[in-house]
């Protein structure tokens, strides 16, 4: 069997490798090491008065994101 090299591959090629290799777990703590390497914004907290309005904003950014083509954040 040959070895596969996760870390030439972009997040979205391990993403489709680990759905159509569900049996390979170390694709599955490849692609989730990259997720939690990465900063994640905090966009509310829950006892914020602007708690909906914030994260309604956040999903408007990703909804737009996509829809131009970037990677949502």
Excluded: C, W
């Amino acid at each position: 069997m040959s070895q596969v090299n996760y870390a030439a591959m972009s997040d979205q090629e391990l993403k489709q490798y680990f759905l159509q290799h569900r049996e390979d777990k170390i694709a599955l703590q490849a692609y989730l090491d990259r997720l939690n390497a990465r900063q994640h914004e905090i966009i509310t907290t829950v006892d914020d008065p602007d708690f909906d309005a914030k994260i309604q904003a956040a999903i408007l950014r990703q909804i737009q994101a996509a829809g131009n083509g970037e990677a949502a954040v």
